[in-house]
């Protein structure tokens, strides 16, 4: 199964931005949905955004507008551009494909002054 391992997480201020990436270990082309996921210690991960291989997006409702999700096939990669962070972002970020059970490491996103 192909494996996934995201970075370009850090601190950053409010109203900063980061872009985070998630590059596979093999091709996503065959992967219909890819998605960003995100958790806070005691709590369950939660769903951040999607996109399909037809770059198809949705958007988790506190992220609409601030996020952006996309997909480059070529490179096995899926990022995520974040902008005017708040601190309720703070999480450990995950990216994964539809049905997969396995996931990475994460990615740490602090956003705190």
């Known amino acids: 199964q192909v494996q996934f391992v995201e970075s370009g997480g850090g601190l950053v201020q409010p109203g900063g931005s980061l872009r985070l990436s998630c590059a596979a270990s093999?091709?996503?082309?065959?992967?219909?949905?890819m998605g960003w996921y995100r958790q806070i210690p005691g709590k369950q991960r939660e769903w951040v955004a999607t996109?399909?291989?037809?770059?198809?997006?949705n958007y988790e409702e506190s992220v609409k507008g601030r996020f952006t999700i996309s997909r480059d096939n070529a490179k096995n990669t899926v990022y995520l551009q974040m902008n005017n962070l708040k601190s309720e972002d703070t999480a450990v970020y995950y990216c994964n494909g539809a049905g997969f059970t396995s996931w990475g490491q994460g990615t740490q996103v602090t956003v705190s002054s």
């Open positions: 996109i399909t291989r037809g770059s198809t997006t």
């Open positions: 093999g091709s996503i082309f065959g992967i219909y949905t």
